[in-house]
């Protein structure tokens, strides 16, 4: 699976901690996206870059930082994050942000805030 | 609120059988739909996507579209212990990029 790639796939971290989520795509790709994925609810979007340029932010918390330096790659900055910040997430990509666009999804990153 | 609803299961269906999962949708204005495939400890893989009434056939999947219900369904036919896994339906509005998701249907196939 070369599509879309996360790391680190499992991340542990304090609650004063900071820490960064990468995300590279090799499909080509316009747009990126930061999906997260908590127990019993809902894939939730948090973010959305076309062209590098953040086009939703879905009412993320300050303490959730996206970094998009090129259409190939997207970051998720991480400080001060609370236990209930746990949960999985998720990167993705699509070709373009319009109707009827498929999106492709990376491994994931299982964050565990202590 | 745009909302996409699933019945979260278990789904339970012997193997060979056809199993029938299905979602739908508050708003009327959607216009493409998705189903993805999730095993646990996974993440997400798109199996099929719908943009018409009607069906989508590919391999042993058929996704079903019926906006006047604003109702999407996907059938499985000859359903394998491979199959089993969480179904996520998802719903594109507009020209945002942005998905909504169901809360997903796990589906237990049985040998």
């Known amino acids: 699976e070369t599509g879309v790639t996360q790391t680190p796939r499992h991340l542990v971290m304090g609650m004063t901690n900071k820490k960064s989520l990468k995300c590279e795509q090799h499909l080509g790709h316009n747009a990126m996206y930061w999906y997260k994925q908590s127990a019993k609810k809902p894939l939730e979007l948090m973010f959305v870059y076309n062209f590098k340029e953040q086009t939703e932010n879905n009412s993320v918390p300050s303490r959730f930082s996206p970094e998009c330096p090129n259409s190939s790659h997207l970051f998720l900055h991480l400080h001060t994050l609370q236990p209930e910040d746990s949960a999985l997430y998720l990167c993705?990509?699509?070709?373009?942000?319009?109707?009827?666009?498929?999106?492709?999804f990376g491994q994931g990153t299982r964050l565990t805030v202590v | 609120q745009k909302e996409v609803e699933q019945n979260s299961g278990p789904l339970s269906v012997p193997e060979g059988a056809i199993a029938s999962l299905n979602c739908t949708y508050s708003?009327?204005?959607?216009?493409?739909f998705f189903w993805y495939r999730q095993y646990s400890g996974k993440s997400p893989e798109l199996i099929m996507s719908i943009y018409s009434n009607g069906d989508q056939e590919d391999g042993r999947f058929t996704a079903q579209l019926n906006k006047a219900s604003q109702y999407v369904s996907l059938l499985i036919r000859d359903s394998q212990p491979s199959d089993s896994a969480t179904y996520l339906c998802a719903v594109n509005a507009g020209n945002t990029g942005k998905l909504i998701f169901g809360q997903g249907t796990t589906l237990q196939v049985k040998p």
């Open positions: 708003d009327r204005g959607s216009q493409s």
């Open positions: 993705a990509s699509s070709q373009g942000v319009g109707i009827g666009t498929e999106a492709f």
